[in-house]
Protein backbone atom coordinates (compact mmCIF):
# COMPACT_ATOMS: atom_id res chain seq x y z
CA UNK A 1 0.00 0.00 0.00
CA UNK A 2 3.07 2.53 0.87
CA UNK A 3 4.61 1.56 -2.54
CA UNK A 4 1.35 2.50 -4.39
CA UNK A 5 0.29 5.37 -2.04
CA UNK A 6 3.65 6.88 -2.84
CA UNK A 7 3.22 7.79 -6.33
CA UNK A 8 -0.01 9.01 -6.12
CA UNK A 9 1.14 11.55 -4.10
CA UNK A 10 3.75 12.32 -6.47
CA UNK A 11 1.77 13.07 -8.90
CA UNK A 12 -0.96 14.66 -7.10
CA UNK A 13 1.96 17.28 -5.39
CA UNK A 14 2.59 17.58 -9.37
CA UNK A 15 -0.73 18.24 -10.04
CA UNK A 16 -1.25 21.12 -7.76
CA UNK A 17 2.35 22.79 -8.87
CA UNK A 18 0.85 22.63 -12.95
CA UNK A 19 -2.42 24.30 -11.96
CA UNK A 20 -0.79 26.89 -9.69
CA UNK A 21 2.05 27.83 -12.13
CA UNK A 22 -0.30 27.94 -15.14
CA UNK A 23 -1.92 31.41 -14.67
CA UNK A 24 1.64 32.99 -14.42
CA UNK A 25 3.04 30.97 -17.35
CA UNK A 26 -0.28 32.07 -19.84
CA UNK A 27 0.77 35.66 -19.04
CA UNK A 28 4.43 35.60 -19.66
CA UNK A 29 3.71 33.31 -22.82
CA UNK A 30 0.99 35.68 -24.17
CA UNK A 31 3.21 38.52 -23.66
CA UNK A 32 5.91 36.10 -25.70
CA UNK A 33 3.70 35.34 -28.40
CA UNK A 34 2.22 38.90 -28.86
CA UNK A 35 6.05 40.62 -28.89
CA UNK A 36 7.04 38.01 -31.41
CA UNK A 37 3.87 38.38 -34.07
CA UNK A 38 4.56 42.26 -33.87
CA UNK A 39 7.88 41.94 -34.52
CA UNK A 40 6.94 39.92 -37.26
CA UNK A 41 4.30 42.02 -38.49
CA UNK A 42 6.62 45.67 -38.25
CA UNK A 43 9.38 44.08 -39.95
CA UNK A 44 7.23 43.35 -43.32
CA UNK A 45 5.20 46.55 -43.51
CA UNK A 46 8.39 49.01 -42.42
CA UNK A 47 11.57 46.67 -43.73
CA UNK A 48 9.81 46.57 -47.09
CA UNK A 49 9.07 50.42 -47.27
CA UNK A 50 10.04 51.83 -50.52
CA UNK A 51 12.42 54.89 -49.61
CA UNK A 52 13.55 57.68 -52.09
CA UNK A 53 17.17 58.88 -50.80
CA UNK A 54 18.44 61.52 -53.61
CA UNK A 55 16.31 64.86 -52.82
CA UNK A 56 16.91 64.01 -49.18
CA UNK A 57 20.55 62.98 -49.46
CA UNK A 58 20.85 66.19 -51.28
CA UNK A 59 19.93 68.37 -48.30
CA UNK A 60 21.71 66.72 -45.69
CA UNK A 61 25.18 67.68 -47.75
CA UNK A 62 24.05 71.17 -48.04
CA UNK A 63 23.08 71.65 -44.36
CA UNK A 64 26.57 69.62 -43.82
CA UNK A 65 28.73 71.57 -45.85
CA UNK A 66 27.10 74.80 -44.61
CA UNK A 67 28.22 74.45 -40.92
CA UNK A 68 31.76 73.31 -41.91
CA UNK A 69 31.78 76.36 -43.84
CA UNK A 70 31.60 78.60 -40.59
CA UNK A 71 34.19 76.52 -38.34
CA UNK A 72 36.50 78.88 -37.13
CA UNK A 73 39.44 79.33 -34.52
CA UNK A 74 36.86 80.65 -32.29
CA UNK A 75 37.15 77.42 -29.68
CA UNK A 76 33.14 78.35 -28.40
CA UNK A 77 31.84 78.74 -31.91
CA UNK A 78 33.34 75.75 -32.75
CA UNK A 79 31.35 74.04 -30.08
CA UNK A 80 28.23 75.48 -31.27
CA UNK A 81 28.72 74.08 -34.59
CA UNK A 82 29.73 70.62 -33.65
CA UNK A 83 26.58 70.33 -31.69
CA UNK A 84 24.41 71.71 -35.31
CA UNK A 85 26.58 68.42 -36.94
CA UNK A 86 25.62 66.69 -34.07
CA UNK A 87 22.30 66.96 -34.61
CA UNK A 88 21.96 66.99 -37.96
CA UNK A 89 23.56 63.07 -38.14
CA UNK A 90 21.19 62.61 -35.30
CA UNK A 91 18.15 63.72 -37.71
CA UNK A 92 19.35 62.38 -40.68
CA UNK A 93 20.56 58.85 -38.93
CA UNK A 94 17.06 56.79 -39.45
CA UNK A 95 16.22 57.89 -42.93
CA UNK A 96 19.99 57.09 -44.47
CA UNK A 97 19.79 53.14 -42.80
CA UNK A 98 18.66 50.70 -45.19
CA UNK A 99 14.88 49.83 -43.93
CA UNK A 100 15.56 45.60 -43.71
CA UNK A 101 18.63 46.80 -41.67
CA UNK A 102 16.98 48.67 -38.76
CA UNK A 103 13.46 46.82 -39.25
CA UNK A 104 15.08 43.05 -38.98
CA UNK A 105 13.13 40.72 -36.47
CA UNK A 106 15.21 41.23 -33.50
CA UNK A 107 15.03 45.33 -34.25
CA UNK A 108 11.27 45.28 -34.95
CA UNK A 109 11.27 42.87 -31.17
CA UNK A 110 12.98 45.63 -29.59
CA UNK A 111 10.84 48.40 -30.93
CA UNK A 112 7.90 46.50 -29.76
CA UNK A 113 9.35 46.15 -26.21
CA UNK A 114 9.90 49.76 -26.12
CA UNK A 115 6.42 50.02 -27.07
CA UNK A 116 3.85 48.15 -24.68
CA UNK A 117 6.60 48.51 -21.79
CA UNK A 118 5.91 52.39 -22.74
CA UNK A 119 9.77 53.48 -22.42
CA UNK A 120 9.72 54.24 -26.18
CA UNK A 121 13.49 55.80 -26.54
CA UNK A 122 12.61 57.07 -29.71
CA UNK A 123 15.30 56.11 -31.82
CA UNK A 124 13.43 53.58 -34.02
CA UNK A 125 9.95 54.46 -34.87
CA UNK A 126 7.37 53.52 -37.65
CA UNK A 127 7.89 55.48 -41.05
CA UNK A 128 4.94 54.76 -43.25
CA UNK A 129 1.34 55.31 -42.60
CA UNK A 130 0.32 51.87 -42.06
CA UNK A 131 2.82 51.72 -39.71
CA UNK A 132 1.44 54.18 -37.18
CA UNK A 133 -2.10 53.31 -36.93
CA UNK A 134 -1.05 49.44 -36.23
CA UNK A 135 1.37 51.02 -33.45
CA UNK A 136 -1.50 52.49 -32.12
CA UNK A 137 -3.24 49.49 -32.15
CA UNK A 138 -0.65 47.35 -31.14
CA UNK A 139 0.29 49.68 -27.89
CA UNK A 140 -3.83 49.36 -27.29
CA UNK A 141 -4.02 45.88 -26.49
CA UNK A 142 -0.01 45.59 -25.34
CA UNK A 143 0.08 48.19 -22.58
CA UNK A 144 -2.83 46.19 -20.67
CA UNK A 145 -1.21 43.01 -21.59
CA UNK A 146 1.86 44.13 -20.09
CA UNK A 147 0.71 45.72 -17.03
CA UNK A 148 -1.72 42.79 -16.00
CA UNK A 149 2.42 40.82 -16.44
CA UNK A 150 3.45 43.50 -14.10
CA UNK A 151 0.45 42.99 -11.66
CA UNK A 152 1.00 39.08 -11.45
CA UNK A 153 4.60 39.44 -11.15
CA UNK A 154 4.20 41.67 -8.29
CA UNK A 155 1.84 38.99 -6.67
CA UNK A 156 4.76 36.54 -7.04
CA UNK A 157 7.50 39.04 -5.51
CA UNK A 158 5.58 41.00 -2.55
CA UNK A 159 5.28 37.44 -1.30
CA UNK A 160 8.67 36.78 -1.31
CA UNK A 161 8.95 40.37 -0.01
CA UNK A 162 6.83 39.87 2.39
CA UNK A 163 7.88 36.68 3.79
CA UNK A 164 11.32 37.66 3.92
CA UNK A 165 10.98 40.54 5.93
CA UNK A 166 8.60 38.95 8.45
CA UNK A 167 10.89 36.33 8.77
CA UNK A 168 13.76 38.62 9.17
CA UNK A 169 11.65 40.92 11.96
CA UNK A 170 11.08 37.25 13.81
CA UNK A 171 14.40 36.94 14.24
CA UNK A 172 15.41 40.36 15.39
CA UNK A 173 12.95 39.91 17.85
CA UNK A 174 13.60 36.92 19.13
CA UNK A 175 17.22 38.15 19.43
CA UNK A 176 16.63 41.18 21.08
CA UNK A 177 14.59 38.95 23.51
CA UNK A 178 17.11 36.50 24.60
CA UNK A 179 19.38 39.63 25.29
CA UNK A 180 16.88 41.23 27.24
CA UNK A 181 15.53 38.02 29.30
CA UNK A 182 17.50 36.36 31.58
CA UNK A 183 17.22 32.20 31.78
CA UNK A 184 15.37 32.06 35.57
CA UNK A 185 12.85 34.63 34.76
CA UNK A 186 11.95 33.84 31.28
CA UNK A 187 11.54 29.96 32.41
CA UNK A 188 9.61 31.05 35.16
CA UNK A 189 7.54 32.90 33.35
CA UNK A 190 6.63 30.62 30.82
CA UNK A 191 5.69 28.18 33.42
CA UNK A 192 3.40 29.81 34.75
CA UNK A 193 1.63 30.79 31.13
CA UNK A 194 1.47 26.72 30.31
CA UNK A 195 0.18 26.37 33.48
CA UNK A 196 -2.31 28.74 32.56
CA UNK A 197 -3.09 27.44 29.44
CA UNK A 198 -3.82 24.37 30.76
CA UNK A 199 -6.21 25.35 33.00
CA UNK A 200 -7.89 27.15 30.66
CA UNK A 201 -7.83 24.30 28.39
CA UNK A 202 -9.19 21.41 30.88
CA UNK A 203 -12.06 23.61 32.21
CA UNK A 204 -13.06 25.09 28.56
CA UNK A 205 -14.51 28.04 29.86
CA UNK A 206 -17.27 29.00 27.57
CA UNK A 207 -17.18 32.88 27.79
CA UNK A 208 -15.86 36.19 28.76
CA UNK A 209 -17.25 35.54 32.91
CA UNK A 210 -15.87 32.29 33.51
CA UNK A 211 -12.59 32.88 31.84
CA UNK A 212 -12.64 35.92 33.88
CA UNK A 213 -13.81 34.06 37.15
CA UNK A 214 -11.13 31.11 36.75
CA UNK A 215 -8.42 33.38 36.44
CA UNK A 216 -9.66 35.36 39.84
CA UNK A 217 -9.50 31.77 41.68
CA UNK A 218 -5.88 31.06 40.52
CA UNK A 219 -3.29 32.01 43.41
CA UNK A 220 -2.11 35.67 44.11
CA UNK A 221 1.39 34.34 43.95
CA UNK A 222 0.29 33.38 40.01
CA UNK A 223 0.59 35.93 37.28
CA UNK A 224 -2.32 37.00 35.98
CA UNK A 225 -2.56 37.30 32.37
CA UNK A 226 -3.45 40.68 30.31
CA UNK A 227 -6.77 41.08 28.73
CA UNK A 228 -4.90 40.63 25.76
CA UNK A 229 -3.58 37.45 26.06
CA UNK A 230 -7.25 36.50 27.42
CA UNK A 231 -9.15 37.53 24.47
CA UNK A 232 -6.36 35.87 21.91
CA UNK A 233 -7.41 32.08 23.62
CA UNK A 234 -10.84 33.01 23.15
CA UNK A 235 -10.69 33.75 19.85
CA UNK A 236 -8.49 31.22 19.63
CA UNK A 237 -10.47 28.66 21.15
CA UNK A 238 -13.54 29.63 19.52
CA UNK A 239 -12.01 29.03 15.97
CA UNK A 240 -11.47 25.69 16.63
CA UNK A 241 -15.07 24.54 17.69
CA UNK A 242 -16.63 26.73 14.66
CA UNK A 243 -14.08 25.04 12.25
CA UNK A 244 -16.39 23.71 9.13
CA UNK A 245 -17.27 20.25 9.07
CA UNK A 246 -14.83 18.68 6.99
CA UNK A 247 -16.88 17.27 3.46
CA UNK A 248 -17.00 14.04 3.07
CA UNK A 249 -16.14 14.55 -0.83
CA UNK A 250 -12.60 15.86 0.14
CA UNK A 251 -11.67 12.37 0.84
CA UNK A 252 -12.43 11.21 -2.78
CA UNK A 253 -10.56 14.42 -4.05
CA UNK A 254 -7.54 13.44 -2.28
CA UNK A 255 -7.82 9.45 -2.52
CA UNK A 256 -8.52 9.75 -6.16
CA UNK A 257 -6.70 12.84 -7.58
CA UNK A 258 -8.60 12.34 -11.39
CA UNK A 259 -12.15 12.95 -10.10
CA UNK A 260 -10.84 16.32 -9.06
CA UNK A 261 -11.00 18.21 -12.47
CA UNK A 262 -13.25 20.41 -11.60
CA UNK A 263 -11.97 21.53 -8.26
CA UNK A 264 -8.74 22.02 -9.91
CA UNK A 265 -10.48 24.46 -12.62
CA UNK A 266 -12.02 26.11 -9.63
CA UNK A 267 -8.82 27.00 -8.18
CA UNK A 268 -7.19 28.31 -11.48
CA UNK A 269 -10.01 30.43 -11.30
CA UNK A 270 -9.75 31.57 -8.07
CA UNK A 271 -5.78 32.67 -8.78
CA UNK A 272 -6.86 34.63 -11.83
CA UNK A 273 -9.15 35.93 -9.11
CA UNK A 274 -6.73 36.75 -6.67
CA UNK A 275 -4.39 39.02 -8.97
CA UNK A 276 -3.20 41.80 -6.92
CA UNK A 277 -4.45 40.79 -3.80
CA UNK A 278 -0.76 40.33 -2.39
CA UNK A 279 0.71 43.58 -3.86
CA UNK A 280 -1.71 45.24 -1.86
CA UNK A 281 -0.85 43.52 1.49
CA UNK A 282 2.63 44.37 1.12
CA UNK A 283 4.03 46.48 3.79
CA UNK A 284 7.79 47.26 3.82
CA UNK A 285 10.13 50.01 4.44
CA UNK A 286 10.32 52.27 1.57
CA UNK A 287 14.10 52.73 2.40
CA UNK A 288 14.59 49.06 2.56
CA UNK A 289 12.82 49.26 -1.61
CA UNK A 290 15.26 51.99 -2.42
CA UNK A 291 18.01 49.99 -1.38
CA UNK A 292 17.03 47.05 -3.88
CA UNK A 293 16.63 49.49 -6.87
CA UNK A 294 19.90 51.16 -6.24
CA UNK A 295 21.89 47.27 -5.75
CA UNK A 296 19.61 45.87 -9.01
CA UNK A 297 20.16 48.68 -11.44
CA UNK A 298 23.79 48.91 -9.98
CA UNK A 299 24.17 45.40 -10.87
CA UNK A 300 22.64 45.80 -14.87
CA UNK A 301 25.06 48.60 -14.63
CA UNK A 302 28.34 46.70 -14.51
CA UNK A 303 27.14 44.58 -16.61
CA UNK A 304 26.19 46.45 -19.28
CA UNK A 305 29.63 48.99 -20.79
CA UNK A 306 30.74 44.79 -21.31
CA UNK A 307 29.42 44.85 -24.75
CA UNK A 308 28.00 49.04 -24.88
CA UNK A 309 31.44 50.13 -25.19
CA UNK A 310 31.10 53.36 -25.48
CA UNK A 311 29.45 53.68 -21.67
CA UNK A 312 30.48 53.91 -18.55
CA UNK A 313 29.13 52.73 -15.07
CA UNK A 314 27.36 56.02 -14.17
CA UNK A 315 25.94 56.31 -18.26
CA UNK A 316 24.89 52.84 -17.82
CA UNK A 317 23.20 53.19 -14.56
CA UNK A 318 20.95 56.28 -16.26
CA UNK A 319 20.34 54.53 -18.83
CA UNK A 320 19.26 51.58 -16.74
CA UNK A 321 16.96 53.91 -14.64
CA UNK A 322 15.63 55.95 -17.55
CA UNK A 323 14.25 52.19 -18.70
CA UNK A 324 13.06 51.15 -15.65
CA UNK A 325 11.13 54.10 -14.62
CA UNK A 326 9.55 53.88 -18.21
CA UNK A 327 10.73 57.46 -18.88
CA UNK A 328 12.95 56.71 -21.94
CA UNK A 329 14.66 59.69 -23.02
CA UNK A 330 16.72 58.29 -25.91
CA UNK A 331 19.14 60.28 -25.14
CA UNK A 332 21.49 57.30 -24.78
CA UNK A 333 21.26 55.00 -27.53
CA UNK A 334 22.66 51.14 -27.43
CA UNK A 335 24.93 49.85 -30.26
CA UNK A 336 23.96 46.50 -29.51
CA UNK A 337 20.09 46.10 -28.91
CA UNK A 338 20.06 42.59 -29.60
CA UNK A 339 22.43 41.44 -26.19
CA UNK A 340 19.55 44.07 -24.97
CA UNK A 341 16.74 42.09 -25.23
CA UNK A 342 18.50 38.45 -23.71
CA UNK A 343 18.03 41.38 -20.32
CA UNK A 344 14.17 41.63 -21.30
CA UNK A 345 13.13 39.28 -18.04
CA UNK A 346 15.65 41.67 -15.82
CA UNK A 347 13.30 44.99 -17.15
CA UNK A 348 10.01 42.94 -16.31
CA UNK A 349 11.44 42.23 -13.05
CA UNK A 350 12.75 45.98 -12.83
CA UNK A 351 9.91 47.50 -13.27
CA UNK A 352 8.13 45.63 -11.49
CA UNK A 353 10.20 46.45 -8.12
CA UNK A 354 10.23 50.08 -9.12
CA UNK A 355 5.93 49.80 -9.55
CA UNK A 356 6.09 48.14 -6.31
CA UNK A 357 8.11 51.44 -4.63
CA UNK A 358 5.81 53.81 -6.22
CA UNK A 359 2.74 51.99 -4.63
CA UNK A 360 4.43 52.12 -1.33
CA UNK A 361 5.67 55.44 -1.68
CA UNK A 362 2.23 56.38 -2.96
CA UNK A 363 0.89 54.93 0.14
CA UNK A 364 3.02 56.44 2.47
CA UNK A 365 1.54 59.88 0.78
CA UNK A 366 -1.46 58.75 1.16
CA UNK A 367 -1.21 58.40 5.13
CA UNK A 368 0.84 61.96 5.13
CA UNK A 369 -1.74 63.28 3.66
CA UNK A 370 -4.77 61.80 6.38
CA UNK A 371 -2.99 63.12 8.90
CA UNK A 372 -1.80 66.72 7.95
CA UNK A 373 -5.76 66.58 7.45
CA UNK A 374 -6.70 65.42 10.93
CA UNK A 375 -4.70 67.69 12.64
CA UNK A 376 -5.89 70.83 10.52
CA UNK A 377 -9.51 69.75 11.21
CA UNK A 378 -8.27 69.67 14.88
CA UNK A 379 -7.16 72.75 15.13
CA UNK A 380 -10.36 74.27 13.43
CA UNK A 381 -12.94 72.91 15.66
CA UNK A 382 -13.92 74.99 18.26
CA UNK A 383 -13.07 73.93 21.77
CA UNK A 384 -15.59 72.68 24.21
CA UNK A 385 -16.96 75.38 26.82
CA UNK A 386 -16.99 74.12 30.25
CA UNK A 387 -19.81 76.28 32.35
CA UNK A 388 -19.63 76.18 36.13
CA UNK A 389 -22.70 74.24 37.91
Known sequence: ???????????????????AVLPHACFILSLVIYACLGALMFSYIEGNQQVNLTEE??????????ITSQLSDNMTENEKHKKRIHDLFNSYEVRF????????FFGSLFFCCTVFTTVGYGNTYPVTKTGKNLCMLYALFGIPLMFLVLTDMGDILATVLSKSYNEFTKLQSKILASKLCSGSTCSKRNKLKSRAQSKIAMNEPSTILELLKSQSGMKQGSVKYRNVELFELLIARENEHTKPARNKGMDRWSSCPELATGKTVSRVIENFDNIGKELEKLDVPIVLMVLIIFVYISC?????????????FQEAFYFCFITLTTIGFGDTQLDHPKFFLFLSLYIIIGMEIVFIAFKLGQDRLIVLYKKVISFCAEKKMPSKKVYPK
Request: proline share 6%.
Open 1 to 19: MASTSQPLRGKTACKKIFW
Open 97 to 104: INPKERWN
Open 57 to 66: YRKFLQNLTN
Open 300 to 312: AAAILPKWETKMD
